[in-house]
């Protein structure tokens, strides 16, 4: 079946240091990525997405890049600020045995990033 | 702003209690889901409808019983629950099913708690 492996954190970091959080993944066929960031007290919100292989996904200076031969899907900033601090999901969505897709998104467990001034 | 909606934004309930959970979403989309947030598990699918049609069902216990009247609203009826049924229960939707790259967009989640 399909997972998602995370990073695991907490991850804390100064202001303006770069990030990464490591997202590797076990899916058949042609799964989409996408990575979701979840503030303190709210739902989760898309951060950024791929829907195929070396496709690069990007949003409010993060970046991740759908690597097929090393199923991975990492996610970068070069200089985070103590507003992203928030839980970080990779997840994929892709096609089950049958090869159906009902939109099920397979999550990783999150990875808590707090960034101090 | 997401576009979807959840009420009420926190419940606490007794195990021999019966509430509801609401969604609507803003968006136009054609499909829900319900999924559950436990601490220290990944989020799990419960339910996915899609067109008001229920096309997957998680291997959900029947205590939670998910009903769709229209493609903007989905409930999540709870009844005799379990204290490990405490979580945060989020609805999401999107455009379509069928297609692994359809975005879904997320609501704001139902803290639960079960005493």
């Known amino acids: 079946g399909n997972s998602v492996t995370q990073m695991e954190g907490p991850v804390t970091l100064s202001e303006e240091a770069f990030l990464t959080i490591n997202c590797t993944y076990t899916?058949?066929?042609?799964?989409?990525l996408f990575w979701y960031v979840q503030y303190p007290g709210e739902g989760l919100q898309l951060l950024l997405k791929?829907?195929?292989?070396?496709d690069k996904g990007s949003n409010k200076g993060f970046e991740a890049t759908y690597r097929k031969e090393t199923t991975s899907f990492h996610l970068e900033k070069g200089s985070v600020q103590v507003s992203d601090s928030a839980v970080y999901f990779c997840?994929?969505?892709?096609?089950?045995?049958?090869?159906?897709?009902?939109?099920?998104?397979?999550f990783g467990q999150g990875t808590i990033l707090t960034v101090h001034p | 702003e997401t576009g979807v909606t959840q009420t009420p934004r926190h419940l606490v309930m007794g195990m021999t209690n019966k509430k509801s959970l609401k969604c609507e979403q803003h968006?136009?989309?054609?499909?829900m889901y319900w999924y559950k947030q436990s601490a220290k598990k990944p989020l799990e699918l419960m339910f996915v409808?899609?067109?008001?049609?229920?096309?997957e069902n998680n291997s959900v216990p029947s205590r939670f019983s998910p009903e769709c009247p229209n493609s903007s609203h989905l409930f999540l009826h709870l009844h005799t629950l379990q204290p490990e049924d405490s979580a945060l229960y989020l609805c999401?939707?999107?455009?379509?099913?069928?297609?692994?790259?359809?975005?879904?967009?997320f609501g704001p989640g139902t803290r639960l708690l079960v005493l």
């Open positions: 997840a994929l969505s892709g096609t089950n045995a049958g090869g159906t897709s009902y939109g099920k998104l397979t």
């Open positions: 999401a939707s999107s455009r379509l099913t069928g297609t692994p790259q359809e975005t879904q967009y």
């Open positions: 791929a829907t195929k292989a070396d």
């Open positions: 409808y899609s067109l008001e049609e229920r096309v």
């Open positions: 968006l136009g989309h054609n499909a």
């Open positions: 899916a058949t066929g042609y799964p989409s």
